[in-house]
């Protein structure tokens, strides 16, 4: 089972449109993160969160704008996508410590028209 | 900065038989950790393994193990009797140990291998 859920799985939208992406999980994990992956290629890490704060941006366009509301909650907000940002987002979740492994969920795949 | 490289962008294996997936990685740190992680097509990322760089013994789990080598900065990991269930895209990943600031969370993965397993 996955421990960490993202909604929805799938979504297209146009270039102009606004949609949000969400991620969830109840591990009372206080890191969360965004990756972006493209087919056959390792997740980008995007952003970092830590007890709710952000703690990495990875120089990603603010088109993309991240919110942590809570300690169980990550959303990605969407906003005048480019079509190079079709791609996988997955989100994933840690125990604070660089040992502590990241629990990745199933992500959303993510088309631009 | 730190980079993984995995040599191997495909192997195959049949079922049963063991099959090796390589990593090297650089770094200039003497602490991290190391992990192996499985992307099967239904995309969720798993964690198969995990090595501390201060221990020298290898880490197991089940049938998985690694080959950590750290003055060759070399982490391979060994699937014995290999499953159809273990197809998957296998990534090598990096990570400093106590990095905190704009370094805390990053993970530096390899490129990846595509592992087939024939029955």
């Known amino acids: 089972d996955t421990e960490v859920t993202q909604t929805p799985k799938h979504l297209v939208m146009g270039m102009t449109n606004k949609k949000s992406l969400k991620c969830e999980q109840h591990m009372g994990h206080r890191a969360m993160y965004w990756y972006k992956q493209k087919a056959k290629k390792p997740p980008e890490l995007m952003f970092v969160y830590s007890y709710e704060k952000l703690s990495i941006n990875e120089s990603v366009p603010s088109r993309f704008s991240p919110e942590c509301p809570n300690s169980s909650l990550l959303n990605l907000h969407l906003h005048a996508l480019q079509p190079e940002d079709s791609a996988l987002y997955l989100c994933?979740?840690?125990?604070?410590?660089?040992?502590?492994?990241?629990?990745f969920g199933d992500g959303t795949r993510l088309s631009i028209l | 900065a730190q980079t993984v490289t995995q040599s191997q962008p495909e192997m195959s294996v049949q079922e049963a038989e063991t099959v090796t997936l390589s990593c090297t990685y650089d770094?200039?740190?003497?602490?991290?950790?190391l992990f192996w992680y499985k992307q099967p097509p239904s995309r969720q990322m798993i964690l198969v393994i995990r090595q501390e760089a201060y221990k020298q013994q290898n880490a197991t789990e089940n049938r998985f193990s690694v080959n950590f080598q750290k003055a060759a900065k070399s982490f391979s990991l060994k699937i014995s009797d290999s499953q159809l269930g273990d197809a998957a895209m296998y990534f090598c990943a990096y990570r400093r140990a106590n990095a905190g600031g704009t370094s805390y969370g990053k993970l530096t993965f390899g490129q990846g291998t595509i592992l087939t397993v024939h029955p």
């Open positions: 770094t200039s740190e003497s602490d991290y950790y």
């Open positions: 994933a979740s840690s125990q604070m410590g660089s040992n502590q492994p990241q629990h």
